[in-house]
């Protein structure tokens, strides 16, 4: 709790109506977190710093693929539940529960996050406060991070407000984040008095109401579950990735071997698909961002612990890259290179710290005639890479391919007919399953070599 000077004015907000609601940061997160408010029956106000971001929402225009949320964004603003500025102050007045949902990128030159778009919220909307607020943060940070906002605030809010900061973390899952919001499997609140509590309460009223649970702890515990849980199944992956390399090595199939596994409660079957490996906007720079940490606080078991699983991480990539090589007689130069799939994972356009298009690029790089396709993220990968080649297509992508990569696993790869794509492609191709996911045995019966990652032969 960072409480100042109690105001002489019951500012407590209607109970008829709920609290007015801010979403300082309109991203994938901010955007998905608006929506879902306005879903949920709250007057929501969501604020960027871009003003063609703020038009596009404020036209029921989604800037990025997440299923589901087209439909919730235009009822919102449809509802007039919904609104987009870009004037801070103008969601500082209006609301009070404000949600900071801004980015954390790491620190160019370094694995530490940037922390100066949260700190510039926070800062910004204390200064612009006209009554009681409660200022949440949303967006992954350092541990530490909120003591030392919840101080800031303190300096800079008007005198005679009650101000108080509390953390909130995230949990959603790209391509499930509309779930993940209106019925999240918990909720986590740190640092929040009872008065910040009740606030939050208000605003989780409806998925608390079917069962969720609610989480109440301090702000370094409340900082450090998001990344804990991040930093969890990160290694679950690369365990299971370093397991599908004794596999192969031994003859063994990972694939049963996950599944074996699985089967103890201890364990659980889902992140142990060997494959490519992780990648997106949270995963990799949140466990660098939790290393530096880790490492600034003397915490060095987890630092070596959090530097293998990134380092099996990026191997794997290299790894697809050998294989693709070793198809190709030694030498990928001039040879015609298929890859199905930009994105880093399905149900999503977003290619950051893509493996799919690390791959594809590292097969360029290495003289390969290289055709990517992906259902969603064809755009987003051109812009991120626009010396590659994009199809429109599966089968313009696999066409007269020496080689061809699955990289990311959309039902539309998995469902292909492998027989109608190997007469497409140059005799005598190819397939490197490289996340696993396709029938192995239909497509060995139509006339491809498969290569899986760990899987028998």
């Known amino acids: 709790m960072?409480?100042?000077?109690?105001?002489?004015?019951?500012?407590?907000?209607?109970?008829?109506?709920?609290?007015?609601?801010?979403?300082?940061?309109?991203?994938?997160?901010?955007?998905?977190?608006?929506?879902?408010?306005?879903?949920?029956?709250?007057?929501?106000?969501?604020?960027?710093?871009?003003?063609?971001?703020?038009?596009?929402?404020?036209?029921?225009?989604?800037?990025?693929?997440?299923?589901?949320?087209?439909?919730?964004?235009?009822?919102?603003?449809?509802?007039?539940?919904?609104?987009f500025t870009t004037d801070l102050a103008e969601a500082a007045a209006f609301a009070d529960v404000h949600f900071v949902c801004v980015g954390t990128p790491q620190r160019p030159g370094s694995n530490g996050a940037d922390l100066r778009y949260v700190e510039a919220a926070f800062e910004g909307l204390a200064q612009h406060l006209t009554?009681?607020?409660?200022?949440?943060?949303?967006?992954?940070?350092p541990v530490g991070t909120g003591a030392r906002m919840a101080a800031r605030v303190r300096e800079v809010a008007p005198a005679g407000l009650r101000v108080e900061l509390a953390w909130n973390p995230e949990f959603l899952r790209e391509g499930k984040a509309v779930h993940d919001t209106l019925s999240p499997d918990r909720v986590v609140v740190g640092g929040a008095s009872e008065w910040g509590d009740d606030l939050l309460r208000q605003v989780y009223a409806r998925p608390l109401s079917e069962g969720t649970p609610f989480i109440a702890t301090d702000l370094p515990t409340a900082e450090l579950v998001k990344v804990?849980?991040?930093?969890?199944?990160?290694?679950?992956?690369?365990?299971?990735n370093a397991i599908s390399q004794v596999c192969d090595k031994a003859g063994a199939d990972v694939t049963v071997l996950s599944d074996a596994l699985g089967?103890?409660?201890?364990?659980?079957?889902?992140?142990?698909?060997?494959?490519l490996g992780f990648g997106g906007g949270c995963l990799p720079k949140d466990i660098r961002a939790l290393?530096?940490?880790?490492?600034?606080?003397?915490?060095?078991?987890?630092?070596?612990?959090?530097?293998?699983?990134?380092?099996i991480n990026m191997w794997q990539r290299q790894r697809v890259i050998d294989m693709a090589v070793q198809a190709c007689g030694g030498s990928v130069l001039n040879r015609r290179v298929g890859v199905l799939g930009a994105a880093f994972k399905p149900d999503t356009d977003d290619v950051r710290d893509s493996p799919a298009l690390n791959v594809a690029a590292g097969l360029h790089l290495r003289g390969a005639q290289v055709v990517v396709y992906d259902p969603e993220a064809g755009e987003t990968g051109r812009r991120m890479f626009p010396t590659l080649s994009y199809g429109t297509s599966t089968e313009e992508a696999v066409t007269d391919a020496d080689v061809v990569l699955v990289l990311t696993e959309w039902p539309v790869f998995r469902q292909a007919d492998p027989a109608k794509l190997?007469?497409?492609?140059?005799?005598?191709?190819?397939?490197?399953?490289?996340?696993?996911?396709?029938?192995?045995d239909a497509w060995r019966q139509a006339g491809w070599t498969y290569r899986g990652l760990g899987a028998a032969r």
Not at 132 to 140: N, P, W
Not at 263 to 275: M, P
């Open 263 to 275: 089967h103890d409660v201890r364990i659980g079957r889902q992140f142990l698909n060997a494959g």
């Open 228 to 240: 804990s849980a991040n930093a969890f199944l990160a290694t679950k992956i690369s365990f299971i």
């Open 422 to 440: 190997l007469g497409l492609t140059r005799p005598g191709a190819t397939v490197i399953d490289a996340r696993n996911c396709l029938p192995a």
């Open 131 to 141: 009554h009681d607020a409660l200022l949440v943060g949303k967006s992954t940070v």
């Open 2 to 83: 960072t409480e100042q000077t109690a105001s002489t004015e019951d500012t407590t907000p209607d109970s008829a109506r709920g609290p007015r609601i801010s979403v300082v940061g309109t991203g994938y997160l901010g955007a998905t977190h608006a929506a879902a408010m306005a879903e949920l029956g709250f007057d929501v106000i969501g604020v960027d710093v871009d003003p063609a971001k703020v038009e596009a929402l404020s036209a029921g225009k989604v800037p990025f693929y997440e299923p589901g949320l087209p439909e919730l964004l235009v009822r919102g603003v449809e509802s007039g539940r919904l609104r």
């Open 291 to 311: 290393m530096h940490r880790a490492g600034e606080l003397g915490a060095d078991s987890l630092v070596a612990l959090m530097q293998d699983v990134d380092e």
